[in-house]
């Protein structure tokens, strides 16, 4: 099979209508960092907010892109100590919304919460390039009292 030929086959079965739900082993993770060798470091949905490396299977490699921010599921693989896990597939935005719709989206993943965060008590968005700091408004009453 040509290299051409190989490409086509693994887009259409990613871009196929399988919008299957997750399986008891398989869980939603978001992409944190390429670290190399189709090595991708993930972190999961739960409370400690769980950091680890995934690999990218054989007929991914040089055919599909991922990047920082993308979301997978994956599997399980005993084998590894560093390595936890391994890609089986990469989510599209019609994925996310069929599992929205089917609530196994995870909640800290939804875009409702992050739109949430981003708004400050004034309703304006808060801008991402500068340091957050929250001010006393009681200091500066004492302050202008004196």
Do not use: Y
């Not at 936890?84 to 993943?109: D, Y």
Request: charge should be negative; include cysteine.
């Amino acid at each position: 099979m040509s290299r051409v030929t190989k490409i086509k086959h693994v887009l259409k079965e990613q871009e196929a209508d399988e919008f299957d739900v997750p399986k008891e082993n398989q869980s939603i993770v978001r992409i944190v960092a390429s670290r190399g060798n189709n090595l991708h470091e993930v972190e999961t949905a739960q409370e400690g907010e769980e950091r680890f490396l995934v690999s990218m299977p054989v007929k991914f490699r040089k055919n599909v892109w991922i990047k920082r921010g993308d979301f997978v599921l994956v599997e399980p693989i005993e084998e590894g100590n560093k390595v936890k896990a391994e890609i089986c597939r990469i989510l599209t935005p019609e994925h996310i919304k069929v599992f929205e719709q089917e609530g196994v989206w995870p909640r800290k993943f939804s875009r409702k919460r992050e739109l949430e965060e981003d708004v400050d008590e004034d309703g304006l968005v808060r801008n991402t390039n500068r340091k957050f700091v929250a001010e006393n408004e009681s200091e500066d009453d004492d302050s202008e009292e004196d």
